[in-house]
């Protein structure tokens, strides 16, 4: 079966979750050599076919429109031949970034005699449940074939068509290079019945990632008996401390919050060491004027005109628009206190030119990644030098922060004897 | 509070858990110094109170034997003053593991100019839920002291007071060496619905790890709204290869399923290729005189009297007993085959002096431990330079395998910078 349609019961996603299993039995053992060309086919089929891609995704397009979708959500979903080579090139993109699989770590000589360490694996069968672009069908593809992973995908029903067209000529690719066709399937969207019978295929599945708002998140949490990695929201706060170069404040500040609100590692909250406030304050004048609406406590609103007071609510709100919290702190503890209280695990910041308050920052923040003097939008797999990401996780186990190529993958043990037993 | 007791509802079960997370906020930044002089603390105050926890445990016996339990099950309860010894010499063998909280892995200067990498830091809050031996209530408090963590132990009713007293004494020195005595938590023993409210404390418990029986594991699993590291059974087997030296063969074969039946990484289930079976299976002999009973195929019956013949369920049974299940297989092929079906990602084991085939044993076995040339019993912490460990997962997911002091940590990225922005 090419891809996946209604009607979905229980059998039927038991027998996509086989057929991933058996496809991902014959990935584990591959050379990169072999994934790499199947990428290779993969972006040479989606180059070669764009037409049929963009008139799936025009279709998906005029049914969005004609529901009433928001302009930003079409933008989302909107495919053109520039971000179709796009969608191509991170493939190849892909292709090029080491094969995590197969790496032996630790491998040591044991008081038994015996050689022991452990060996990089694919988790096995990947499922994953999104909302967004159609590009993720494909980035996510090919981040679970180059890490031996086979991988169900169901993407939101706004791009069903899309996601169609590009899961066809993904599975062309593999199956031109010689690999199963079923390391890669389509699902159709599912209703959230037909979702929970997918998360409680314990066994079947050995990771399920989901991308999207926070209520598909919560409730992939909620139902899922197959262990599911999670991403909250990101409430992402900068410090500035006494003693930062408050132009590189301002500059973080701007960046964080105004570069691209809308993604989850953009600046929701800015807190300033008390004894920089003066100085520094007044300087958010920018963000006014770049038409940044700020949100502050009694003493930022006496500061600067223009600012609004801050309610309760205001602190630990992902605002994902052009909306800052602003608060004035007493040092670096209440800094430390309010980002314990209000964070989300996601990008936490400080700026300082205190080499202890750094480290002390840097050691104590409990989040994905922690960052001094730089813009809370580094927290990117391909700004941390992971090539792409498959998701990010704010809960610590497994991974925690962006997931690339290391995160669909275990350490599984290995040991080298010469008939040792034990006594 | 002390030690926790009935009545417990979920308010009670929250307040625990933050409590602990106020005690792993002041356990994540130490240094191994304060955590080792705590450890060395508990290790004093076990061998200072041997007759206080002796009187606990003689009760919890005196109400096992009255209640019938088995003498597998009493053994495993009592404690003496030998044992206590072992228990304080553990403490310390835990101290003097090297810390691996803090340790910073693939720091690098990014493209950005950007300087990241990752710190490795506590998980938080674990919660173990346990069965067996009250040594585990001190092992694990140790463990997760050593590593940062704050736990909640919730061990089983039978060694409610030895627990208790245990705890107490645990308790004590964590408080003497200046540590919050809320690190380590000892919770009453819960009835199911009681355990149920725990499993659900999503956001409060950053890891759940179950140690006891099938049925305990699978409860923890359905019901948990937490992460839980899951160990199954060990369905352990032994392919004895056509090139196998079968002396050594013969040798592992009795190690691994003889030296101490009862436990999970000993072998159930031995395979052998066809053309050593003429040669090999009459061997087994020496298991037949040891007590062993084997249950074999059709051939094995044939070259060995006193074998049994097995049955369809023997494939895939965990005896944990001195039980055997042998057959014959054409190949390795064969062999791969029967283990993906009926193994349990556990621990598998090849007998070979074929290269080729070891390596492809070693990287197409899918188990948290794959060993070559040496008995199966070697996948444990202990043997595999973990020192203790405080479980062992069979499924993929944050660990594989035998869970050290490293499994009780994540990673976190860290990143620093002199006021860069995103482009």
């Keep these: 079966m090419a891809v996946h349609d209604h009607p979905v019961d229980e059998r039927a996603l038991v027998a996509w979750c086989d ?19 199947a990428l290779e086919a993969v972006a040479r089929r989606i180059e070669g076919s764009m037409d049929a891609v963009l008139a799936a995704n025009d279709a998906d397009v005029r049914e969005a429109r004609a529901a009433g979708l928001s302009a930003a959500m079409i933008d989302r979903l909107v495919l053109d031949p520039k971000r179709l080579q796009a969608v191509a090139a991170s493939v190849r993109e892909i292709a090029a970034l080491s094969d995590p699989v197969g790496e032996i770590v630790g491998m040591r000589r044991l008081p038994s005699g015996v050689l022991a360490g452990q060996q990089r694996i694919p988790l096995g069968v990947i499922a994953m449940i999104y909302e967004s672009r ?3 069908t494909v980035d996510a593809a090919a981040l679970c074939l180059k890490s031996g992973n086979a991988v169900l995908l169901r993407g939101g029903k706004e791009a069903k068509r899309s996601n169609l067209a590009l899961g066809e000529l993904v599975r062309a690719g593999v199956d031109e290079a010689g690999l199963p066709e079923d390391a890669v399937q389509i699902v159709p969207p599912l209703s959230r019945e037909e979702t929970k019978l997918l998360l409680g295929l314990s066994g079947k599945i050995d990771l399920l990632i989901p991308r999207g708002g926070e209520g598909l998140i919560r409730f992939c949490a909620e139902h899922a008996r ?10 992402c ?3 500035v401390d006494a003693t930062a170069d408050l ?3 301002l500059a973080i500040t701007q960046n964080a919050k105004l570069q691209r609100p809308g993604v989850c590692n953009a600046l929701e909250c800015l807190l300033v060491h008390r004894r920089a406030a003066g100085a520094f304050v007044p300087k958010l004048q920018a963000l006014l004027d770049a038409g940044c609406e700020l949100r502050g406590d009694e003493a930022v609103v006496a500061l600067l005109e223009g600012v609004k007071p801050a309610s309760e609510d205001d602190w630990g709100e992902e605002f994902l628009a052009a909306v800052l919290a602003v608060r004035v702190v007493d040092d670096l503890d209440a800094a430390l206190d309010h980002i314990d209280r209000y964070g989300s695990h996601h990008t936490e910041a400080i700026c300082s030119e205190s080499n202890g308050h750094v480290d002390r920052f840097l050691r104590e923040v409990d989040a994905s990644c922690v960052i001094a003097n730089a813009s809370t939008r580094f927290n990117d797999g391909g700004q941390l030098g992971l090539g792409a990401e498959i998701g990010i996780s704010t809960t610590k186990l497994h991974a925690y922060g962006p997931m690339g190529l290391t995160s669909l993958t275990a350490l599984k043990w290995i040991a080298r004897g010469a008939g040792q037993v034990r006594s």
Tied chains: 1, 2.
């Design 134 to 136: 159609p590009n993720v």
């Design 247 to 249: 132009e590189r404040a």
């Design 19 to 37: 057929a991933a299993r058996v496809a991902a039995r014959r990935l584990a053992p591959l050379d990169r050599a072999d994934k790499d060309a």
């Design 226 to 235: 197959v262990p599911v990695v999670q991403h909250y929201k990101g409430v």
């Design 237 to 239: 706060h900068l410090f």
